[in-house]
């Protein structure tokens, strides 16, 4: 009860505002490096391969120390967390600007990625608790989403525009204010209130293993361009990864600490299904933002702003299609919009897999922008919505960040993966042809995730109770107001 009575005395403005300023940060910063790559590489002396770990660095210990951050949310208050978490990123964000060899750059990503995998839990938490119900927690997700879209997007814009005018320690530096931004919001305007969960100390052995496995998994990936899948390097790497994640669900079965994540929460349908969706639409999305990116600037010779600027019809596509999820949301079932949303992203994707390596940006990349950019934003806002409805408040830190972490996970795995298979693809020419062919691959796969993300909405989810035919008393905060017609 004190928790309730804390969370109605917050002001629902200010926390959404913090949420929002949380969310658009931790997006752009896994976009806002992408055009800044090749002037990293030139300043610090990155390989081509090696490249990739400065997004894999902060995508990793994100997705692999979410479901720590979510439960210490749950346990520790969530907005000790909030503050703790912005306090490391912008912290980290700092020394990454100020970095001298690629090994301090990779460090400050991963350290981003430990601050990120706090805050980012503990502020979707805040926003499920504090609009439970109704129309205002349509919106409030409509709103979470938006940001959450106009941070990935614009990243790749601030990040061309740094680049290029100020330099690219600057997609570094400019996490700083906006860290420190939220953190005065989050101080004065967000409501102490007590833990949710007050079980034993939480399973850090669980987040070890979890994070180890999922770091040599990546790895193992990426370091396919130098070992085949068949060498005994890959397969050695793959099996070991898959032993550590093997034996983090051992821990989470048989610990006496409080578990990472209770695997009884994945027997949920609606939870399982919402996050194998999200995490092939991450690793799709991310992927497509690198490809793009690197299309624009290696193919097409486009300068680091120019690029940047390149990228605004995808943002303002992504803004658009979650304002339509938000109108869309008080008629139609959340699952409906995941599929229509999946199955338009689809289509940008595979209309984006046809570039050519004289092509230019009217034809080759606005159209395919725009499309994709409007079916990621349909189904951003629907997929919390169906991640979060009906579990326990004591959980509410956990789900949002398995949610997460499924993200970041997708996003890692995905780069790793369509980023080698571009690789293998393009070949060591180098050629505008030859890289051509290599983004082409990379961009078409991942339209091939989506659609299968699609699917799994259609089927998977098909049988979730409408939230709205379920509410029980004491339970209210936890459940979905959209009514579902499927």
């Known amino acids: 009860m004190t928790h309730r009575t804390n969370v109605s005395s917050?002001?629902?403005?200010?926390?959404?505002?913090?949420v929002a300023v949380v969310q658009f940060m931790v997006s752009l910063d896994l976009s806002v490096v992408n055009v800044?790559?090749?002037?990293?590489?030139a300043g610090l002396g990155f390989g081509a391969v090696g490249l990739t770990w400065v997004i894999h660095a902060y995508a990793l210990t994100f997705g692999g120390l979410l479901l720590l951050g979510g439960k210490a949310a749950d346990r520790y208050g969530r907005k000790r967390v909030l503050l703790l978490g912005l306090g490391l990123f912008g912290l980290a964000s700092l020394l990454g600007g100020f970095a001298r060899e690629p090994g301090q750059l990779v460090a400050a990503r991963a350290a981003q990625?430990?601050?990120?995998?706090?805050l980012a839990p503990a502020a979707l938490a805040l926003l499920t608790a504090t609009f439970p119900t109704g129309k205002a927690r349509v919106r409030a997700f409509g709103i979470w989403s938006a940001t959450n879209a106009a941070g990935g997007a614009f990243g790749v814009l601030i990040g061309g525009l740094l680049t290029e005018y100020a330099g690219w320690r600057w997609v570094m530096f400019v996490n700083v204010p906006m860290a420190a931004c939220a953190l005065a919001l989050a101080w004065r305007g967000i409501a102490e209130s007590a833990p949710t969960s007050?079980?034993?100390r939480p399973d850090v052995l669980g987040a070890v293993l979890a994070a180890a496995g999922m770091t040599l998994l990546v790895f193992g990936v990426v370091r396919t361009d130098?070992?085949?899948?068949?060498?005994s390097v890959t397969l050695t790497t793959l099996a070991v990864a898959v032993a550590l994640l093997a034996a983090f669900i051992r821990v989470e079965r048989t610990t006496t600490r409080e578990p990472l994540i209770r695997l009884g929460l994945l027997a949920n349908r609606a939870v399982a299904g919402a996050n194998a969706y999200n995490l092939l639409v991450g690793a799709a999305m991310a992927s497509a933002f690198y490809f793009a990116s690197l299309y624009l600037q290696r193919v097409l010779g486009t300068g680091a702003a120019l690029t940047g600027t390149m990228f605004l019809p995808l943002a303002f596509g992504v803004i658009a299609g979650s304002v339509i999820a938000v109108?869309?949301?008080?008629?139609f079932a959340p699952r409906l919009l995941l599929v229509a949303g999946g199955l338009l992203t689809a289509t940008g994707l595979a209309w984006f897999g046809l570039i050519g390596p004289d092509g230019s940006f009217a034809g080759d990349v606005l159209g395919p922008s725009i499309v994709a950019g409007l079916g990621f934003g349909l189904c951003?806002?629907?997929?919390?919505?169906?991640?979060?409805?009906?579990?326990?408040?004591?959980e509410a830190g956990t789900a949002s960040g398995l949610l997460a972490s499924s993200r970041q996970i997708g996003a890692s795995l995905g780069l790793a993966a369509l980023g080698t298979a571009a690789h293998d693809r393009?070949?060591?020419t180098g050629t505008r042809e030859a890289l051509n062919d290599g983004y082409a691959l990379g961009l078409t796969l991942g339209a091939a995730l989506v659609v299968v993300a699609a699917v799994i909405a259609l089927t998977v989810l098909r049988r979730t109770s409408p939230p709205a035919r379920v509410e029980q008393v004491d339970r209210t905060d936890d459940r979905d107001p959209i009514p579902a017609r499927d």
């Open 10 to 18: 917050a002001r629902p403005g200010l926390t959404l505002a913090v």
């Open 36 to 41: 800044g790559l090749p002037e990293i590489a």
């Open 113 to 118: 990625g430990i601050g990120a995998a706090a």
């Open 198 to 200: 007050r079980g034993g």
């Open 226 to 231: 130098r070992y085949a899948w068949t060498s």
């Open 327 to 331: 109108k869309l949301g008080y008629r």
């Open 380 to 394: 951003l806002g629907p997929v919390v919505s169906i991640a979060t409805a009906g579990v326990a408040p004591h």
């Open 426 to 428: 393009t070949g060591d």
